[in-house]
């Protein structure tokens, strides 16, 4: 049996598939079915997932190993030489002016025969309306007249206009053209500055542990403190008899210590757990005394809503940055003198100048999706010029999108991250 190295390249495939026919008499049913073959082995496969709203899913797209995750509106995806894509999302749903940019852009892409995929996502068609007429010009009548809620995927890999229209949800393969030479590049990726800072990192639930995650443990700050974090995020919930302790939710800390008891435990009953057997639970009582022995870490708290509770039980509030969840509690924690991080919820809800509010709250720090930034750039600058510090969680939530991507990618745009590892970089410039 011939055995092919895991470095082949296609080039080399090919060439080997062909001294294979060698062997054989070639006729044109040979020479057929060997384009046929290699143009399955070898052509890139583009797979393309659009959901409505009312599935309550999200949208992807998947090519040459690499699988994103889309926000609201429509995605224009470009294929490119040797494999690669470029990407965009345009809000169709909330902005006219994407729609504006997503028409022209379009038009440039193919003009110059681009290969090009569009997809649907969540809501997508609000703002079309009152472009129909060059929606069709363009040859994309399905679009034209896309509904609210509906899903939708175009692409010309073959060389003509394909689209598909759907009240829920659209899934398509299709392969690639073998020989794509276009190199241009529609969508520059932009690159924000900002200055390195040790703060920037916030180790999500006590960070990582011998791959591990979320187990907001003792061993996981005391080992990710080595490491060089120093801002570290606990999620904070009650037992059954009222105590403050550290978990993520008692689902999952029943499944981290084998516990088959009742839903919440006792206090007593938490503290006699290990998580996986090794790792040492938090109450009160450890996260004070761990706190007090590292007088340079801060606090970031989740799950817990009451401000006041929670400062008074904390070993030094001026080392504690609250994520609160509701309007009520972050001007609740500004009456107190509370250091808040406003969740991504309560923001968004925020009715006229946001930024105001967060201004005459003195709310200093934000919390926000990662997925969510890309649509809503224009919140991010007026936060970051405002000096309120956002801070993305869903980290490694999608493929590709981990701590050195957002380093890479969306630091400058935003402050800084909830990371479950400590990457190289994150000490480069502190």
Known sequence: MMCFPNIMTKSTFKYLLVLFFIGYQVNAHTIEAFHLYTDQVLNEELVLNSHSFNTHQRSTFSYSSQTEALERGLTIVHLQANNKIEYKTFDTYGSEQDVVDFITILTQMLNAEARVAILAHDSAAAKLARFQKELKTLGLPQLSSLKGRQAYVM???????????????????????SAIADSTIYFPREVYEFEGNIDRYIAHAGGEINGVKSTNSKHALDENYKKG??????????????????AHDWNMWARFTDYTGTLPPTHAQFMKQKIYGDYTTLDMVGINTWFKNHPDATLITDKVNDPIVFANAFVDKDRLIMELFSVMAVEKASENGIHTMISQEPLMAIK??????LKVNNVKYAAVSRRIISSQKKLMLQLRDAGVKVFVFNVNFDAGKDEQYVYDNELGLVYGMYADKWIADMGSKN
Not at 231 to 244: A, M, N, Q, R
């Open 229 to 246: 974090f120093r801002f570290f995020e606990l999620d904070i919930i009650e037992t059954s008899d009222g105590k403050l302790v550290a």
């Open 352 to 357: 006229g100048d946001k930024v105001n509010f």
């Open 155 to 177: 692409h010309n890999l073959n060389g003509q206009i394909f689209e598909q229209v759907d009240d829920n949800s659209i899934r398509i393969q299709i392969s690639a053209p």
